[in-house]
Every structure is written in C-alpha cells, then in structure tokens.
C-alpha cells in the first residue's frame, strides 16, 4: 500500500478527515429505521438496547469491517491498510492496557511499555512537525501549552506526559505538581510561538490575538491526540494477536475506533480555526469575561460542552463513536487587576451556540455567577485546568476528591451514572464551583 509521508500528515490528515465524515454520513435506506437512528443519536448515553440496534443496522462498535476506511486515518480501507500488517506471532509478555487495569500489579510493566512508544512516537512525529500558523513552512519547535516555569511555580493538575498513563480509582485525589516536562508538543516555529507568547489580553483585544491565543488549545490537543493514535495504531499492528481473550479485543478496537474518531473530529475543529485566522470565514463567534484576578487556577484548553441548559439537547456523547465531537476554547490571562477569560466556537454550529446563548442568559440573569460558570467550564468540561499548589493544599479531602471525579474522562468504557451526575451538578454552576 502507498505510505503516507510523515512530512505531509497534518494536510493530509486534514483533507482525508472529509471522507471519513463523508462515509459516517451515509444514510440507511428505510426511512423510518433512520428515523429511529436519528434519534438514537441524539442520545447523551447510549444503553445497551441502542448500541445492539445500531450493531443491526451497520454501526460496528466492537469490530472492523474489510471495506471500512481504516482507523488510522490512512484513507485506505481496513483490508489494504493495518489489517495487512497485523503480526501473527504473539508475545506472551503483552498487556492492554484493558487487562492492566483488570489486574493492577499488572499496570506498572504496561505503564512502562506505553510510555516507551510514547516517547518513541512523540519525537518522531515531531521530528518533520511544521509550523501550524497559515502560511509558514518553518519546523516546528518544542512548545508549551501554559507559558510558565513549573520548576520555579508550583502547580497541581491531572494531566499526565503519558496520555495512556490514565488508571483513576474514585475517591482519591488525581491532582498531582506539574513537571516542566508536561503540556509540552510541537506545533510552532521558534518565532511564531515567541509571537504568541507575546500576546496579553485585554477587555480591548482584536479578534484575530483572541484567535491566535485560542488556536495554540487545539494546536497542542491534536498534537497529543495524532500521538495518541499512532501509538495505538503500532500496538494494534503487533500486538492484537497476542490477545486471547475476545472481549478484551472488542474493547480494544472500541478504543481504537473513539480516539479515531475524536481525531477526526480535531482536525475539523483545527480546519474551522485555519479559515478564521487567514479570514477566509467568519463563522467565529467570542464570548468575552472581564472577571476579579485570580491566581488560583489557570485555564488554557479545549472543551467539550455535553448538554443544552433549557431544552436539554445533547451536543456530545460520551459513548457514540460515530458522532463527530463538538468543541469550544477556552483562555484565561491575567493582569494586575484582571482576569480575562475568552471563549471561541463555530457559530454555525447550532448544538454548540444553542449551548452558550442558553448559559448566557442563565448568567445574565445573575451576574454572580460568571466565575461560576467558568471554574466549571475548566473543570468539567476541559482537560488541562491547572490550580495554584498552595490553594489546592488548602482545600478539604473531600473537595479534591469531588474535582478529581469531575475532571476525568475515562479512557476505558465511562459509567452513565457517573457522567449524568457530572452534567447534573455543572447545570447547577450558580450553587456549584468557584475557583476565583
């Protein structure tokens, strides 16, 4: 089969995404059967029942089809692509990462194993990375997601440098000191991340700072997700054979299938920003917070918004693969007074509009609770929200328990009760968090 260049991968990427929405667009045949799909979609958790009736009507969460495009974003179907590199041979010594968190004493050896092709997959991808401003064909340097000196200020988060590195057990603290090693990825030229770095915000600022500061969010999140993939692309070629037991291999190719499709779905987001910046559209819309300075927790990340306010639509699923991800950004800078929180999505988007227009008003009606409703944005439906070490320290076991349990995402298969709680207590942000 043709290899993809690895100095042409983003563009490419960005381009072959189209067929997969393309291919995931594909309508059945009996109308009323899409009727019923349609409406399974609209789902915020998929149950068992409606997973079984997508099974029957071509939606295959749990194995590959020859002729479906492979997972991997080649543009190649299954059969022509990773399926003819999978080895036959197995290695006894092999863990999913499933079975390791099965059998905990087991985590250590897989933790080792991924963080190894992490590591390994990270440098190569970054060794032929451009520059992802418009226009500029410079390398890409190393850069940082939050422009500060970890070493010398002491933060806490739950991220971690190896993104496989995700067992949580509830009712502990997930929140541990950031490393200057973390939140690192390539995306920019030495000059165009000094240009970024350069940027302050302000109640004043233009459109296109606003844009620029927002677009580093998804720069760095794609970045880590195509690590992601591949990473479980070069597992699955030599290691899915070594697999035994048959429900630990459908929930494999599950996972495949999600980061495949969260993928994807970045790099629809990143195409929405690339037009913005070069002007090319302005489907944009930017909500801006002039709010008290807080030095308790800084907020630069991508968000997920779940469901609408008043008429409870679902924007994303937690379950459905097959769905394309919705997002938003979200920045937060300070100065001596000030901090100033923007937010940028696709007004064309109307599942993602629909979700702030209806929160606003909720705000507007009680200014109170703007920090509210911001803590958690970043808590909840973001990632990469990082607190002042000394505040955190402070708070009750408890708490750090609850913001643990509220932050993650889970990797593996997420529990409906669990994430309906999660969007319960974020609809109700006036009585809920404030971190300012």
């Known amino acids: 089969m043709a290899e993809i260049k690895e100095t042409e991968l983003l ?56 002729e479906e495009l492979c997972f991997c974003l080649s543009g190649f ?44 997959v990270y440098l190569k991808l970054a060794k032929n990375e451009k520059c992802n401003l418009p226009y500029c064909q410079s390398s890409a340097v190393e850069n940082s997601l939050y422009n500060i000196n970890f070493d010398e200020n002491d933060y806490v988060s739950s991220n971690k440098r190896n993104i496989f590195d995700n067992y949580y057990q509830m009712g502990l603290s997930f929140f541990n000191r950031v490393e200057n090693n973390q939140f690192k990825f390539f995306g920019f030229c030495k000059e165009h991340d000094n240009q970024i770095k350069s940027i302050k915000i302000t109640k004043d600022s233009v459109d296109q700072d606003i844009l620029l500061l927002n677009f580093v ?5 794609l970045f880590i997700a195509r690590v992601q993939l591949q990473v479980l692309k070069e597992e699955f070629r030599s290691y899915f054979n070594s697999i035994d037991e048959e429900n630990i291999k459908t929930l494999f190719i599950y996972n495949l299938k999600k980061i495949s499709n969260h993928v994807s779905s970045l790099l629809e987001f990143y195409s929405f920003f690339i037009e913005s910046l070069k002007g090319e559209s302005m489907k944009y819309e930017i909500i801006k917070f002039t709010l008290a300075k807080t030095n308790n927790f800084k907020i630069f990340d991508v968000i997920q918004p779940q469901i609408t306010p008043e008429n409870f639509n679902v924007i994303n699923s937690i379950n459905n693969i097959f769905l394309t991800e919705k997002f938003a950004t979200i920045v937060m800078q300070e ?3 000030n901090s100033f929180v923007t937010m940028v999505f696709d007004k064309t988007n109307k599942s993602v509009k629909d979700f702030f227009d209806q929160y606003l008003k909720i705000i507007k009606r009680n200014s109170k609770s703007e920090e ?10 973001a990632d990469n929200i990082i607190y002042n070490e000394k505040w955190f320290n402070k708070l009750e076991e408890q708490e750090k328990y609850l913001y643990s349990a509220l932050n993650k995402f889970r990797f593996e298969h997420p529990n409906m009760g669990q994430e309906y709680l999660k969007m319960k207590f974020f609809a109700g942000f006036n009585k809920g968090n404030n971190f300012f």
């Open 217 to 221: 969010t998804i720069v760095y999140k």
């Open 335 to 337: 100065d001596k007074k």
């Open 77 to 120: 179907q299954f059969k022509n692509c990773c399926k003819l590199e999978l080895k036959n041979e197995k290695n006894k010594n092999y863990i999913p990462f499933i079975k390791a968190i099965i059998k905990f004493e087991k985590y250590k050896d897989y933790l080792e194993f991924s963080s190894k092709l992490f590591e390994k």
């Open 11 to 66: 563009s490419n990427l960005v381009d072959i995404q189209q067929l997969y929405k393309n291919a995931r667009n594909t309508k059945i045949s009996n109308e009323d059967t899409q009727k019923f799909i349609d409406s399974i979609f609209g789902n915020y958790f998929l149950d068992n029942d409606n997973i079984n009736f997508l099974l029957k009507n071509g939606y295959n969460f749990f194995s590959f089809d020859d």
């Open 372 to 381: 509210a409703f911001i803590s958690n944005c970043a808590l909840i439906l």
